[in-house]
């Protein structure tokens, strides 16, 4: 990349007038900018309703890599929610107390810089960006520590992400001491904070029709990765091959990333949860699990799908997989809005331990059934993660899985809150799996088999939509795509 911006000066003609590098970037919020106005309108109403107040929302820090060079740039989700605006180094001030010729939403952005745009791209700059996003004022960023104590001043409390980092809680500290150091002017600082995230949260966990429509768009580039992935692959193949066809395949439909690292696990490899995509050889006989997907627009995918290297599953994996599988239809059958977000995963065990006890994989002789498998937590041994997630702008994304505010029990205050009610618009993973380590107590011809299957739901009134299911789930449909691609149908 290139090394110092200030060798522009000495080089480059006097640029005249505003540059726009990146012409696409320039229309706003994706969705509109009345989406993101309607959810700060929101926010607003929330803390009017609490006695008022001023919130603050900042979007993430850029991150140094190493020497000069950062990571690649992710706004903060929460920031994203609330404005739809991904450049670095914003903050959105929200004030419930604002009277009718104040501003309530205002942002802080990067100021106008013809040469840093230069060598950087595009910004809105805060008279841009208040156009474009909607926002009833604007200032540049390095006005923060000016503004800021001007617009907390004589509020009644603040609202942000309480304690959730110690870079932004002593930016906050600062500016409330600058307020109190103008106490004798008649000023007064805030005299409460409160934790902002439970109320986005609760906003969050239910995602609206655009959210929805770019998940569904999201879900569908990656299940195109994941067909791929089974079309190329070939034994004597290495992870990181399989995986450059994921990427690819992401970049190539116009998704901005994968959602996460991806996994990309040949072999036993797969019993390792979090197995990075690494140097392994796909052998014949070998099982493959991936677990990739893209993020599209902020907005997360998530799949998993087991396959064999040489296209056909051998009869111990076919076993295995066909107990997943019927765990992962158990799970999805259980998934509606009134039901708990723990029904999926009861679901999915009960399968799963009944299909340890029929292989032998949990003795026999020691349960005599699977109530006892499940009581005991036999399973567990094989099945160590829980069936799904929330999914959304984080992979895993915001939002209690519990009540909160639940009434507690008088007989055991210190009892956890009953799982959270699944509601129509909430979306979530589902993601049994199984995983058998080599072991003496374990018949051979089921070790170092892995088998995680993960499909991407929204959870409907009368069961779930599968935004994930572009690529195949049954084994034979898998067997039939690469035997197709491999030329041998
Ligand atoms: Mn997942």
């Known amino acids: 990349m290139d090394s110092n911006p200030s060798t522009l000066r000495q080089t480059a003609p006097a640029a005249t007038g505003e540059t726009h590098p990146a012409a696409d970037v320039q229309h706003g919020p994706d969705g509109g900018a009345a989406l ?234 797969a019993c390792v949860l979090h197995y990075p995509a690494g140097n392994a050889v796909a052998r014949e006989g070998d099982l493959i699990l991936i677990d990739a997907a893209c993020e599209l627009n902020g907005y997360a995918s998530d799949i998993t799908r087991t396959f064999p290297a040489g296209g056909r599953f051998t009869s111990a994996q076919r076993e295995l997989y066909d107990i997943v599988l019927a765990a992962q239809q158990a799970a999805i059958d259980a998934t509606r809005a009134g039901v708990n977000f723990e029904a999926p995963h009861e679901a999915a065990v009960r399968v799963l331990a009944q299909g340890l006890l029929d292989t032998g994989i949990v003795d026999r002789q020691r349960f005599a059934s699977v109530d006892d498998v499940i009581a005991e937590r036999a399973y567990a041994r094989f099945y160590m993660h829980r069936t799904g997630h929330w999914l959304g702008m984080d992979v895993h994304d915001a939002g209690d899985y519990r009540e909160r505010g639940a009434a507690k029990s008088a007989e055991n205050p210190d009892a956890p809150p009953p799982w959270r009610t699944l509601r129509a618009g909430m979306t979530l993973t589902i993601e049994p799996g199984l995983y058998i380590r080599a072991a003496e107590d374990v018949p051979e011809r089921y070790w170092d088999i892995g088998i995680r299957i993960e499909d991407d739901a929204i959870v409907t009134e009368t069961g779930c939509e599968l935004i994930t299911r572009d690529v195949p789930v049954a084994a034979d449909a898998i067997e039939a795509l690469m035997q197709n691609a491999q030329g041998r149908a």
Not at 147 to 162: E, F, G
Not at 185 to 207: C, E, F, N, Q, W
Not at 225 to 245: D, F, K, L, N, S
């Open 36 to 269: 993101y106005r309607a959810r700060r309108e929101r926010v607003l109403a929330a803390l009017r309703a609490q006695g008022g107040g001023v919130a603050l929302v900042p979007t993430a820090p850029e991150a140094l890599r190493n020497r000069d060079a950062d990571y690649p740039y992710r706004h903060d989700s929460y920031f994203y929610y609330l404005t739809g605006f991904t450049e670095p180094e914003a903050l959105l001030v929200l004030d419930a107390n604002a009277g009718e010729n104040q501003p309530a939403a205002v942002l802080f952005c990067r100021a106008k810089n013809v040469e840093r745009e230069t060598w950087e791209g595009f910004r809105y700059g805060p008279d841009g960006a208040r156009e474009a996003f909607g926002f009833d004022a604007a200032f540049p960023f390095d006005e923060l520590d000016t503004r800021i104590p001007q617009l907390i001043a004589n509020r009644p409390a603040l609202h942000y992400a309480l304690a959730g980092s110690e870079r932004f809680d002593a930016q906050v500290k600062r500016w409330i001491d600058a307020v109190r150091a103008q106490g004798r002017s008649g000023v007064t600082a805030p005299a409460a904070a409160y934790d902002l995230l439970p109320l986005l949260d609760d906003m969050r966990v239910i995602k609206d029709a655009h959210e929805l429509d770019t998940m569904r768009r999201a879900g569908k580039i990656s299940a195109l990765a994941h067909v791929r992935a089974m079309q190329t692959c070939r034994p004597g193949m290495r992870e990181y091959e399989i995986e450059a066809e994921l990427l690819y395949t992401f970049r190539k439909h116009g998704a901005q990333t994968p959602a996460y690292g991806s996994i990309v696990a040949a072999g036993a490899n």
